[in-house]
Nanobody, 122 residues
Framework: QVQLAESGGGLVQAGGSLRLACAAS????????MGWYRQAPGKEREFVAQ???????DYADSVKGRFTISRDNGKNTVYLQMNSLEREDTAVYYC????????????????WGQGTQVTVSS
């Protein structure tokens, strides 16, 4: 079955960096786009970034220039490098599998990980 396992979250000071990883299994990784979403306390889940099966990347405006999504098809893993972190980046970060090669909305992501907590302190 499809499994997505996030890792790499933690506590970091504002201005610092973290790299999240999402190890995928149970499907042909190279055939699917992958994405990251986040949910802060009291807020709805929001899009962060996605990468198509061909490596085309898309970012939320709030993270452009600070976050980088990448994928290692040999390791079935997608990464989110987060630099210049801000308190507003505090959230649970979720890895998601796109139902196709690229997704155009949250309803097109069909599998989700359990999430990893990122906390940015001032």
């Amino acid at each position: 079955q499809v499994q997505l396992a996030e890792s790499g979250g933690g506590l970091v000071q504002a201005g610092g960096s973290l790299r999240l990883a999402c190890a995928a299994s149970g499907f042909t990784f190279t055939s699917k786009g992958m994405g990251w979403y986040r949910q802060a306390p009291g807020k709805e889940r929001e899009f962060v970034a996605q990468i198509s099966k061909d490596g085309v990347k898309d970012y939320a405006d709030s993270v452009k220039g600070r976050f980088t999504i990448s994928r290692d098809n040999g390791k079935n893993t997608v990464y989110l490098q987060m630099n210049s972190l801000e308190r507003e980046d505090t959230a649970v970060y979720y890895c998601a599998r796109c139902s196709g090669s690229i997704c155009y909305g949250p309803y097109e992501f069909d599998y989700w990980g359990q999430g990893t907590q990122v906390t940015v302190s001032s």
